[in-house]
């Protein structure tokens, strides 16, 4: 094409303004980035981790409609709240009713015996946890009548394991031999017979982990019409030598719903270590300036790591400093509320003892003014009633005198739970629903832990790192930096170009999918509308949250990126810095027993903030230092970028 | 021949190109630029030197990447660094070779004609005006990483003069282009600089006589001094006398050397076979400029890459500024 006559300046087109232009470098980038095959894997991993963790419970909610996973017992799944049990077999003599009659969840209904008739359930029982327990069968039920019978036929139960105190006086349980309620002496291998209202009868089994027995229930009629309120076949158990029994039961009836469940128990396993937590409770202030004690000045609200199981062990270290200007006296009063912990203590104040419950006061401890003890609690939970509803209190007591004390409260508020899994083709869907099940009062913490594992996806800094690295270094390497700074752009505005250009590209991820998926969840996953309402702020704080992520990442990879000419350097050195502050931070801690030193990781400060933001607790740390140590990040970098970007002259590389 | 300094006395012609007053550029010990006064005005002015002589540096200082560390700099009245008003009237296109491999020659173009703040539409008109000035259109779908060293030239060239500079930078233009490709550069180069379009050009190339086929008016830097400033023909007269070093890359160098040893212009072939180059002394460059595409089309040679060798534009300044003959 010839040069225009005139002169070549003969453009008159109309030029637009800096906003312009910058989104023209944004949108080059963007495009291209969303372009690259390694882009496009981790944001489908991205996109496939957080729809199978966060939309399975859909397919649920939309077949079973809504709360079902809260309701459905079927599907809440604790094994150690619920015992397998598997009906091996079903009849019922002189009739041709089966089981399937019965109609489930009733609080009253029809065996559909006729007088004389008896119905045999045999169901197996099998020890699903990894330790030997001790499996309670609790028979019985109320009928307002004497009509009924239920009776353990001989030879299904071992006689030598009866319960201490059988509720029915006329059964005599003593070894190897017993009375049956007629008042006649019963032999080893013969049946146990319980009748009447309001009767129960227990029996005991002891069950290795994964072993299995079968035993026999016989249910007669005597009367003409019988209509139960109950009938129970209940189940508990205790995982100690003292029977502690689990409080937890089923209803025969309903499980008898699920007599199809044929399962292989493979037992899944977690590492049964101690979970070492170092945390501080500082328990200073304990008296105010009118030098009143009070219990509720205690700001220290204490987190048990969540997802405390059977096997696991937590230690727990305290540390109380006299903020008071004269001695006190301090002593604890051990888990009075709680039945399903037990707490080890092993410290300075009285060595070592245990306690399942019990209030258990302790000699108190002088300790002088500005002076501090530390002392360990080593809490072995054993049996929990229902994930997410467990405390554990530790109550420590302050005192002038050795003689008056206030009580000061710490406990825990954090879910525990959990229990073993069993693995076959329809307990893994199974699994998969139960533990992604939105339950109502974790709403909060269900999306922000399925969405941001660890305070910031591991997949969100890769994709920061695949999406930013080059950016700059790139341009620097190839000695490109003259085409934009020729150009009629100031320097900044390049520099506002690639950010947001990388801002965009982590923003569609934390900002823009976590919203829509937490919309999805609560929009198609068979929620109300009202609890879309009520919880709509969730997405206000993923939004917020989320931009804290991408203006953090953007302005860390971007100004690592200005630095070095290999974006593989870039990367690298990321990845480096969260690893090894997040190491560093935690040692530190650890050995300092001072929360504040897991700031220097940023992503410990991300979890910090998504805690408060969440509300899904008080974080370890206060979240306006962890948001002021992650702005201070963010101003270094942007610094770094301004210094090799503007005010260098970067084309005398 | 003496450094002159381009100083201009009437201020209406100083705010009509660039002026540089008394500029030095020093990295660190290292002097980049010493104590350069020069006028680039409308049309091509060629600028010469051997590598480390400067060039760069002074191309870098008029564009506003860096800043003299003393004297300054104005171009049509204004300053250079950081101005992005004068950048508007800028078109740059930089030595560099590795640029968005990724981006289709016409996306690259676009891209960057964008950053002057032109639409979507009126975007894309220029980036094909420029794209179809420099004889890219039917390469322009392709991406950058399937060019040749050529073809990167021209689209480089093209994202320079797409957005209608006032002032033309080329950093060694030439550089790996093929003898045909070589032409036609040279032509477009002299058509942007034609007094009827108006533009200034400042290009720049260690090769004396690829810039004496442009234009006759040359600054000559060597040693970062500017050594020179005015009519070619002057200079060319002494170098006449002064023989130059080439080397050819040709797939049939042994009858392209056959061919060479018969012109009269050259006073010595030899064949590096380490290299698989040519190296080739010459004589009056001009005619053997001329002669040579004849030969290669008559004898049906084609070869890769045709270069000075650097040591004889070395030779040539220590010549120019009295310090003897070649090597």
Known sequence: ?653 | MKAVSAGPADREKLEDGIFLNNVSKWYGQVMGLIDVTAFIGKGVTGLLGPNGAGKSTLIKLVTGQIRPNKGNITAFGMPVWNNSRYYRMVGYCPEFENMYEWLTGFDFVNYLVRLHGYGKKDGEKLAWQAIDTVGMTKEAGRKIATYSKGMRQRIKLAQAIAHKPKILFLDEPLAGTDPIGRVEIINLIRQLGDEKSGISVLVSSHILHEIERMTKRVLMVHKGRLLAWGDMNEIRDKLDRFPHSLSISSAEDRRLAKYLINMPEVSSVMVDEKESVLRVKILKPDNFYSKLPKILAKEKISIDQLGSLDEDLESIFAYLTGGGGGK
């Open chain 1, 1 to 653: 094409m010839p040069i225009e006559k005139g002169g070549y300046r003969a453009w008159k087109g109309k030029t637009r303004g800096l906003t312009h232009r910058i989104f023209s470098i944004a949108n080059c980038e963007l495009r291209y980035r969303l372009k690259r095959p390694a882009i496009i894997v981790v944001l489908a991993i991205l996109g496939l981790y957080t729809v199978t963790t966060g939309l399975i419970p859909i397919l649920g909610n939309l077949i079973g409609g809504e709360n079902m996973f809260v309701n459905d017992p079927n599907l809440y799944f604790n094994p150690y709240q619920v015992p397998d049990i598997v009906v091996t077999g079903v009849s019922i003599s002189n009739t041709s009713d089966t089981l399937e009659h019965i109609e489930p969840g009733l609080e009253l209904f029809e065996l559909g015996l006729e007088p004389g008739q008896t119905a045999v359930y045999q169901l197996e029982i099998t020890n699903a946890g990894t330790r030997s327990g001790s499996f309670k069968l609790m028979l019985g039920g109320n009928s307002g009548t004497n009509a009924w019978i239920i009776r353990l036929l001989e030879g299904s139960i071992p006689l030598d394991k009866r319960s201490e105190n059988p509720p029915d006086a006329a059964v005599d349980y003593n070894g190897t031999r017993t009375r049956q309620s007629d008042g006649k002496r019963q032999l080893p291998g013969d049946s146990t017979e319980i009748n009447g209202d309001n009767k129960y009868g227990n029996l005991v089994l002891d069950l290795d982990s994964g072993s299995s027995k079968t035993i026999s229930i016989k249910v007669s009629l005597v009367e003409d019409t019988v209509t139960f309120d109950t009938l129970a076949l209940s189940l508990s158990v205790s995982n100690n030598n003292d029977n502690d029994w689990f409080v937890g039961e089923e209803d025969i009836a309903t499980q008898f719903k699920t007599k199809v469940r044929l399962d292989l128990f493979t037992k899944i396993t977690w590492p049964a270590t101690s979970l070492k937590s170092f945390m501080k409770v500082e328990l200073t202030g304990v008296k105010d300036s009118s030098g009143t004690w009070s219990g509720d000045r205690i700001k220290n609200i204490y987190h048990a790591p969540p997802e405390v199981r059977w096997e696991d062990t937590v230690e727990f270290t305290f540390r109380i400093t006299n903020a008071d200007d004269q001695t006190v006296y301090v002593k604890r009063l051990h888990d009075p509320d709680s039945d399903y912990y037990r707490i080890q203590l092993d410290d300075e104040f009285g060595g070592s003892n245990t306690t399942y419950g019990d209030s258990n006061e302790e000699e108190p401890k002088e300790i002088k003014s500005d002076e501090s003890e530390t002392f360990t609690v080593i809490v072995n939970p054993y049996i929990e009633f229902k994930p997410g509803k467990s405390y554990l209190q530790l109550i420590f007591m302050a005192s002038e005198n050795e003689g008056s004390f206030d009580q000061d409260i710490i406990q825990s508020s954090q879910k525990g739970g959990g229990g073993g899994m069993n693995l076959n083709f329809t307990s893994v869907p199974y699994m998969v629903i139960s533990y992604t099940q939105p339950v109502d009062d974790w709403t909060a913490e269900y999306f922000f832990n399925t969405f941001y594992t660890g305070g910031i996806n591991i997949w969100v800094i890769l994709l920061a790192v695949l999406g930013g690295s080059g950016l700059i270094a790139d341009d620097r390497a190839n000695k490109t930096l003259p085409l934009y700074y020729s150009k009629a752009i100031p320097k900044y505005g390049y520099l506002a170009g690639k950010f947001l250009g990388l801002a965009a590209l982590i923003g569609l991820v934390t900002v823009v999918w976590s919203n829509l998926w937490v919309a999805i969840i609560m929009l198609v996953g068979g929620f109300s509308w009202q609890f879309f309402t009520s919880h709509a702020w969730i997405m206000g704080a993923f939004t917020l949250y989320g931009l804290i992520i991408t203006f953090f990442m953007s302005a860390l990879v971007l100004g690592a990126s200005s630095l070095a000419k290999n974006r593989y350097v870039v990367g690298a050195s990321v990845f480096a810095l969260f690893l090894i502050t997040a190491i560093m931070g935690g040692i530190i801690s650890a050995v300092t027993r001072e929360y504040n030193y897991l700031m220097l990781s940023p992503s410990a400060n991300f979890i910090f903030i998504g805690t408060a933001l969440f509300d899904l607790g008080t974080p370890e740390v206060d979240w306006g230092y962890a948001l002021m140590t992650l702005g201070g990040i963010f101003i270094f970098f942007i610094g770094v970028l301004y210094w090799q970007l503007v005010k260098r002259e970067v084309s005398i590389e």
